[in-house]
């Protein structure tokens, strides 16, 4: 027994010291199979993760080029109907203006009269009476402007006054003249009166006002010129016609 028992004792060791190595290299393939399968899997899930990054990002990229086309294209619409609001805010403000022309009445302004005063102080002292249409406000108030400023020009000037029309009944249609517009100047056949009534038709006519020189000539003797001033013509009048804005 001793001899089979000694040589199993030798024997065992020595095949477990010849088992050893192998159990090494089992281990170390193991240990880089583990390490590479790691390794791989790292590289997946850092693989994995850049893909999905990278799709993240283009993902963000789109929607942040569609969000400024859709931007861009709100902007360019609000652009587009704020110039049509303007465009008939404009159109508006213009027949509003144009509306207001052919209402306003007719009045001199300050640098209207100092103009007119100007242009007629070498006719001095012309003598000059103003009329108006009974009732017509307007009228009035015109005349009152005009004669302010021959007087301030020098001229020798009576107060507006009204002049009234009574209409005769029975009469055919056509047979009497309709209510004129406008200012009409006249004279009498007296020259200086004759050159101060053109010269201050003219003067009117330039500043924006309807006036015309009558076409018939006064038969009295004292040297006179006489300012109608009729109903107010349709249309813009004064600044407002010379600034075409009544047309």
Do not use: C
């Not at 010291?17 to 393939?29: H, R």
């Not at 902007?75 to 022309?101: C, D, H, V």
């Not at 009166?193 to 020189?213: I, N, Q, T, V, Y």
């Amino acid at each position: 027994m001793d001899g089979p028992a000694h040589e199993l004792r030798f024997t065992l060791p020595g095949l477990l010291a010849g088992l050893a190595p192998d159990q090494s290299e089992i281990m170390s393939n193991g240990m880089k199979t583990v390490a590479f399968i790691l390794l791989a899997a790292m590289a997946l899930v850092t693989s994995l993760g850049w893909m999905f990054s990278w799709k993240a990002e283009r993902r963000k990229d789109e929607a942040l080029i569609k969000y400024q086309l859709e931007a861009k294209q709100a902007i360019a619409e609000a652009n587009k109907a704020t110039s049509i609001a303007n465009e008939q805010a404009a159109a508006a403000n213009l027949e509003l203006a144009r509306l207001q022309a052919k209402m306003l009445p007719r009045r001199l302004t300050k640098a209207q009269q100092e103009t007119l005063v100007s242009d007629v102080s070498s006719l001095a002292p012309q003598s000059a009476s103003i009329w108006y249409g009974a009732g017509d406000k307007e009228s009035e108030n015109f005349s009152w402007d005009i004669a302010s400023a021959l007087n301030a020009a020098g001229w020798k000037v009576f107060s507006p006054a009204s002049t009234a029309t009574l209409a005769q009944s029975g009469k055919p249609f056509g047979s009497i003249p309709r209510l004129q517009t406008g200012v009409v100047v006249s004279s009498n056949k007296h020259g200086p009166s004759m050159k101060a009534a053109d010269a201050l038709a003219a003067e009117l006519l330039a500043l924006g006002f309807d006036a015309r020189k009558a076409e018939e000539i006064g038969s009295g003797h004292e040297p006179l010129v006489v300012v109608t001033v009729q109903a107010r013509p349709d249309g813009a009048q004064g600044e407002m016609k010379l600034n075409a804005i009544g047309r």
